[in-house]
């Protein structure tokens, strides 16, 4: 079993930062990953960034590339994602989830169905 407590989120204007934690107890799955989905008011879950335990691979989606950064810190069990540049559609409820099992391809790691755990969510408001 997994717990997952994220924290971070909250209101700022936007071009904006905020950092996203992710805090991962239980059983840690070295061959897994964790990723960051989030889902607006109204609309469909969506992926935005995943890392592998092992190897620190990251993906991303098209829309935060080059602003949000996942990392990890495998000796505290947290992932954190770095968000700058926020936009307006960037307004959503942040989850992370884990994966107990990963595969090194974007079509596998951008699913959530592969996601086995995820946290409560942390509100994210980005103010225009």
């Known amino acids: 079993q997994v717990q997952l407590v994220e924290s971070g989120g909250g209101l700022v204007q936007a071009g904006g930062s905020l950092r996203l934690s992710c805090a991962a107890s239980g059983r840690i799955f070295s061959s897994g990953a964790v990723g960051w989905f989030r889902q607006a008011p109204g609309k469909e879950r969506e992926f935005v960034a995943a890392?592998?335990?092992?190897?620190?691979?990251?993906y991303y989606a098209d829309s935060v590339k080059g602003r949000f950064t996942i990392s990890r810190d495998n000796a505290k069990n947290t992932v954190y994602l770095q968000m700058n540049s926020l936009k307006p559609e960037d307004t959503a409820v942040y989850y992370c989830a884990v994966a107990t099992s990963s595969l090194k391809a974007t079509w596998y790691m951008t699913r959530d169905r592969n996601y086995s755990y995820w946290g409560q969510g942390t509100q994210v408001t980005v103010s225009s």
């Open positions: 890392i592998l335990w092992s190897g620190g691979e990251t």
